[in-house]
């Protein structure tokens, strides 16, 4: 028989929730924590000023408060402190609730690269050594997986990356910002970077992909002060990142 949520539960739910989020705020910002009125109308980053990243981080401690998995498109979708406690509810959350999660089958280890002085040649050393071995796996959730690699489909598709930065004049020492969600395009990007002798210059893409115009003006002084010369991004972002051409001098 399935048990409705009661009033109650929800309530309870409704104020654990918000002390969690509470002592959070307090942590970002002490000087003005007393001051926020936390409610389920509080929007998440124009009320209680938490961006991508601490949203990131709030979401964690939501999940290990409650013991539960937040599904990855309501967390991203998520506007208002009421969002979050409606996606606690659909994911059947309860304090001291148990998350069970499915083994995995190991891969033999393998030796260390310890010759190698950077990552590019960390990777090129497990290609020599065994470019079939699955590298990295990027997942959804704990039963959901968006996709893998083996060593060398990693070297392969970084490097079509460095040859179309290198077509696009960047030199060994430039900064190239990265802004992509994590992804196996994330992992490319990052490498293909590193193999055009650039320096990878990482922002957190915004939660939401509306939010993406303001999330670039938001993240122009970090862009201008690294001296980025180019930005990497998802379709979605190309637009909007023209705007920056004006505000980031390099």
């Known amino acids: 028989m399935k048990m409705v949520p009661t009033t109650d539960d929800r309530r309870s739910r409704e104020g654990d929730l918000i002390a969690v989020v509470r002592e959070f705020v307090h942590e970002l910002q002490p000087q003005r924590a007393n001051a926020i009125d936390i409610s389920p109308s509080s929007r998440i980053e124009r009320d209680l000023g938490i961006d991508s990243l601490g949203r990131t981080e709030l979401i964690l401690r939501i999940e290990r408060a ?97 040859a179309g930065l290198i077509r696009r004049n960047v030199e060994p020492g430039d900064r190239v910002a990265l802004m992509l969600p994590t992804s196996l395009d994330f992992f490319s990007a990052f490498f293909g970077i590193l193999y055009a002798g650039a320096v990878p210059v990482p922002i957190y893409p915004p939660m939401r992909l509306s939010q993406i115009e303001d999330h670039l003006r938001r993240q122009a002084g970090i862009l201008s002060n690294a001296g980025a010369r180019i930005l990497v991004t998802m379709q979605e972002g190309m637009g909007p990142a023209a705007l920056l051409r004006g505000q980031v001098e390099s």
């Open 66 to 162: 409650f013991r539960v998995r937040l599904p990855t498109q309501i967390v991203g979708e998520a506007d208002t402190i009421g969002d979050l406690i409606n996606a606690l509810e659909h994911a059947g959350a309860r304090p001291g609730s148990v998350r069970t999660v499915q083994p995995t089958i190991a891969l033999p280890p393998v030796p260390a690269a310890t010759e190698a002085g950077t990552l590019v040649e960390v990777l090129d050393w497990h290609v020599t050594q065994h470019p079939d071995r699955l590298h990295l796996t990027v997942l959804q959730d704990d039963t959901t997986a968006l996709g893998a690699m083996t060593y060398a489909e990693l070297a392969e598709s970084a490097r079509a990356v460095a």
